[in-house]
């Protein structure tokens, strides 16, 4: 699976593999909600629902199973 980098400067992003998920609980230390790109396994964008649990974990809910990284800062 390719890298993903930012065209802002910023570098490479965290990032959390799934694979056959319906549903991805993400742990961070970021203190805050970050912003989520969501890849599958082609490397193609795809979206899932978001709920921020608290400030250092998200959920993501996809409506059938996928894989790939989940992308976040």
Do not use: C
């Amino acid at each position: 699976m390719a890298g993903f980098i930012f065209g802002d400067g910023a570098g490479t992003p965290n990032q959390y593999t799934y694979n056959n998920s319906s549903s991805v609980i993400v742990y961070h230390s970021l203190g805050y909600h970050p912003q989520v790109w969501i890849m599958d396994s082609n490397n193609k964008q795809i979206y899932g629902d978001i709920t921020w649990n608290n400030l250092t974990t998200f959920t993501v809910s996809f409506a059938t199973t996928e894989s790939g990284v989940i992308y976040y800062r």
